[in-house]
């Protein structure tokens, strides 16, 4: 190999390396002088300089008005690769807490007020399989969001084909509305008298949306298979023992 291309594996440009070359060559002189040796323009090469010396592979002292510079050995290089490699050492635990064996990340995506709730609601809707399950709480929707954003949002869902299984708290129900219904493409089931759900939760699409309470003011987006998977067990068991609501339709 060339020394000019174990410079530039070794982090010099052409150009930088061409000039450290050429105050080797000279051992020490002005920017006029390693210019003319290396045939670039002086203040291409008085830029470079200042670079080289901050990597500590040139040195400067003042005469008078003019700055002389002065190679260091080639030994420095070895003496910055070995800095490189310590700086290396000293972040490798934590590159390796970034890394993914098996090439999969969950992706989580964390909204605040109520805007950001309404981006997780607005998310359902484009959930491919046409199934939403979710367990909800009727008493905190209808502060945040609110009765007329959930509303439009219910018609919204039912006029896209997407049918809900939900779950709700008996206790955190407010009025006669988002009923066991055909019509709504919903299907109701009622949890225990002590089974009370604060938060809301969407089950859709490899994906987990939650939706905090008027105190906590967030939302949230889960993607991952194995965390979707493990909720949706827990919500499939829960089913099975809840109240079916009475159908209205």
């Excluded at 939403?132 to 008493?139: D, K, P, R």
């Excluded at 604060?198 to 194995?226: A, C, H, R, W």
């Amino acid at each position: 190999m060339s020394i000019e291309s174990v410079l530039t594996d070794l982090g010099l440009s052409k150009n930088k390396g061409l000039i450290y070359l050429s105050s080797l060559e000279i051992g020490t002189g002005s920017v006029v002088d390693i210019a003319k040796k290396a045939g670039l323009p002086r203040t291409t090469v008085h830029e470079i300089l200042q670079n080289l010396v901050i990597l500590g592979l040139i040195s400067f002292a003042t005469k008078g008005r003019t700055r002389i510079y002065t190679a260091e050995p080639p030994q420095k290089l070895k003496s910055i690769l070995k800095d490189k490699e310590r700086k290396l050492e000293g972040i490798l635990p934590e590159l390796s807490s970034l890394l993914n064996t098996s090439g999969i990340k969950p992706k989580i995506k964390f909204y605040e007020g109520v805007e950001g709730i309404k981006s997780v609601f607005e998310d359902t809707l484009t959930v491919k399989e046409k199934l939403l399950c979710g367990i909800l709480s009727m008493q905190d929707l209808y502060q945040i969001p609110g009765k007329n954003y959930m509303d439009d949002y219910v018609k919204r869902r039912v006029e896209a084909g997407i049918k809900l299984n939900v779950i709700r708290s008996e206790g955190k129900e407010v009025e006669e509305t988002w009923p066991f219904s055909a019509k709504e493409s919903r299907e109701l089931h009622y949890a225990t008298k002590d089974m009370i759900f604060p938060m809301t939760m969407y089950l859709y699409d490899n994906k987990v949306g939650i939706i905090g309470t008027q105190k906590e003011n967030f939302g949230l987006i889960i993607e991952s298979e194995d965390f979707y998977r493990t909720q949706k067990n827990l919500f499939e068991t829960l089913w099975q023992v809840t109240r079916v609501a009475k159908k209205i339709d």
